[in-house]
């Protein structure tokens, strides 16, 4: 355990480090550079989850807007659930 997590004193802070990853998604003859925020909680949620990661952009604007987003018990697992995610649905935005 990283002695940061003891800065936490009730769990209901939610106490979490960020960690930070773009990645570009190409649609046609276009990039989408998009950035993901991990979040590396204290305290596992109620479903044992450790790592939160959330894309700064949505993907499928037009018909029901998205959020790329992955929880996992690593790192790993949570940003690799986010990049699948961006791939889900079309980026439809200027």
Request: glycine fraction near 4%.
């Amino acid at each position: 355990m990283a002695e940061w997590t003891f800065a936490q004193t009730q769990p209901s802070d939610e106490l979490a480090q960020l960690h930070f990853y773009s990645i570009n998604k190409r649609e046609g003859d276009r990039t989408i550079e998009f950035r993901i925020t991990v979040r590396e909680y204290a305290t596992p949620n109620h479903l044992n989850m450790r790592f939160f990661a959330e894309a700064d952009k949505h993907t499928n604007q037009k018909t029901a807007p998205y959020t790329p987003c992955g929880w996992g018990q690593t790192l790993l697992q949570a940003l690799a659930d986010c990049v699948k995610a961006i791939h889900r649905f079309p980026y439809e935005g200027e």
